[in-house]
């Protein structure tokens, strides 16, 4: 039995990020058990062993609060990153394994794990776009929706842009790639919307690779990569 914890869908869920765990489960039901901790809970990656931690987007308040509960486990994570437990972070999560966040004359300590800080532009208007990009051999899709944009050298990311930005609109580089630590600041349930990735995760949390409802979430996902191909051949924006 695999175990995947959910951290914080209490919080962390505004664009139904929690879906990604719930339809990996579905995937494999006999073999997948679903954690669900709550902010106020210790996470069961601190005392016991996990397969695979899941953490989604959530407001730029809530942020600190998730900071606040994450934070006296930032070794415990480092840990578990060098051994090889799979993480999936989405949106705006991704800011807190950084070193910091800047808004305005605020600095607020994030986890410190990766060389990169973010810096929130909330009297702007919200950048709202979608992306295609490429993960080895995989085409990836994702959409976003931020007040705030990544800066580093990310020579470690995770997805390399065809269309649309990277961390921040001046570069391609997309989210964090070490070891099994997956992050990306695209939003909503990024699984249903890449299943060749989810085969990934599937296959390396050592389990049959076969997808619920395969035939018919490949569809949608042929039918989206080809709408947005169209759209910018037709010279349209993501």
Known sequence: MKNVELLFPELCNIYG???????????????INVIETNHKSVPAFV???VDMIYL??????????VLKALRPYKERIQELIDKNVIFLIT??????FGKEIRDEDRRIECLGLFDFYSVRYMKRERHNSQFIG?????????????????YGDFDNNFIDIERGIGMNPDTQKEGIHVNNFFATYSLGPFLILNPYFTKEILGRLGLDQKLCFEKEIIEAYDYRLAELRRTINAGGRL
Not at 17 to 23: D, L, P, Q
């Open 17 to 31: 990020e929690s879906y990604s765990v719930t339809y990996l489960q579905r995937c494999n039901p006999e073999n």
């Open 47 to 49: 005392s016991q062993d």
């Open 56 to 65: 989604g987007c959530m407001t730029e308040r809530k942020q600190e609060m």
């Open 91 to 96: 949106g705006n999560a991704i800011e807190l």
């Open 134 to 150: 490429h993960y080895g051999d995989l085409t990836m899709l994702g959409h976003r929706s931020q007040f705030s944009f990544a």
